[in-house]
C-alpha cells in the first residue's frame, strides 16, 4: 500500500496517479464500507471491507481535492494543447487545428500521447490498457473451453480440467474459488512470491 500526494496504490485493486481519479468516497453496504473509486476512463474501481483507518489516511492527503482531475476537459486537453503547441511541430498547425486536435485526439494518438506522459513510453496508459484488457477478454469469452460450459464456480471447472487431463479431479485444489481480477492478481502475487516487487500495483 503506498498513498502519497502523486500516486494511490492499494493492492490488489488499484494503483494509479490522483490525475487519473475524477472522484473517491464511502459507500455503506450490509457487509461494510466499500471505497468507490472513479476514474477518468469511466471505470468504477471498489475497495471493500474498508479500514477506517485507510480512508483517515486517503483524507489527510494534502490538497486531496486539487489533485483528484475533473476530466478530459481539465486535465488531458491542456496537456495535449501544450504539447501540439510547443514541443510536437512549432509553428506547423494552426490554432484551429490543435484545438481540433485537443478536443477530439484520434484513438491510436491519445493512447501513445497517454502512455508517454504515464510512463515516459514504457508502457500503456490507462485507456490503452483497458482496450487491449478488453480484447483478450472478449476473444477469451467468445472461445471458452468446453470444460468453462456448465460450470458456475472455477472449482467445478477446475474439478473437471483435472480429471479430464491428469486423471485426478483434486489436481487444482490449491486454487481457491476466483470470482474477480483483484482476486486473480492476489492469487498469483501469493504464488510467485512476488508481493514487494515492482511494479507497485501487484
Given at each position: 500500500m503506498k498513498i502519497t500526494d502523486k500516486i494511490l496504490s492499494l493492492p490488489p485493486y488499484i494503483s494509479t496517479a490522483w490525475k487519473n481519479i475524477v472522484s473517491i468516497h464511502?459507500?455503506?453496504?450490509?457487509?461494510?464500507?466499500?471505497l468507490l473509486i472513479e476514474l477518468i476512463t469511466g471505470t468504477k474501481v471498489e475497495?471493500?471491507?474498508?479500514?477506517?483507518?485507510?480512508?483517515e489516511k486517503i483524507g489527510g492527503v494534502p490538497g486531496l481535492g486539487d489533485l483528484l482531475?475533473?476530466?478530459?476537459?481539465?486535465?488531458?486537453?491542456?496537456?495535449?494543447?501544450?504539447?501540439?503547441?510547443?514541443?510536437?511541430?512549432?509553428?506547423?498547425?494552426?490554432?484551429?487545428?490543435?484545438?481540433t486536435l485537443s478536443n477530439d485526439p484520434p484513438l491510436l494518438f491519445f493512447?501513445?500521447?497517454?502512455?508517454?506522459?504515464?510512463?515516459?513510453?514504457?508502457?500503456?496508459?490507462?485507456?490503452?490498457?483497458?482496450?487491449?484488457?478488453?480484447v483478450f477478454f472478449g476473444a477469451?469469452?467468445?472461445?471458452?473451453?468446453?470444460?468453462?460450459?456448465?460450470?458456475t464456480t472455477l472449482q467445478g471447472a477446475l474439478r473437471e480440467l483435472g480429471g479430464?487431463?491428469?486423471?485426478?479431479?483434486?489436481?487444482?485444489?490449491?486454487?481457491?474459488?476466483?470470482?474477480?481480477?483483484?482476486?486473480?492478481?492476489?492469487?498469483?502475487?501469493d504464488e510467485l512470491k512476488v508481493g514487494d516487487t515492482p511494479p507497485a500495483f501487484i
Open positions: 464511502v459507500e455503506t453496504r450490509p457487509y461494510g464500507h466499500v475497495v471493500p471491507h474498508l479500514d477506517p483507518k485507510l480512508m482531475s475533473h476530466g478530459f476537459d481539465n486535465f488531458w486537453k491542456p496537456e495535449l494543447q501544450a504539447w501540439l503547441s510547443n514541443k510536437a511541430y512549432p509553428g506547423t498547425l494552426s490554432d484551429a487545428e490543435i484545438n493512447i501513445l500521447f497517454e502512455a508517454a506522459k504515464e510512463s515516459q513510453g514504457v508502457q500503456l496508459g490507462t485507456l490503452g490498457s483497458i482496450i487491449v484488457a478488453d477469451l469469452e467468445a472461445d471458452k473451453m468446453a470444460i468453462e460450459r456448465g460450470h479430464q487431463i491428469l486423471a485426478r479431479d483434486d489436481a487444482f485444489e490449491f486454487v481457491p474459488e476466483i470470482r474477480s481480477m483483484p482476486e486473480l492478481i492476489a492469487f498469483m502475487v
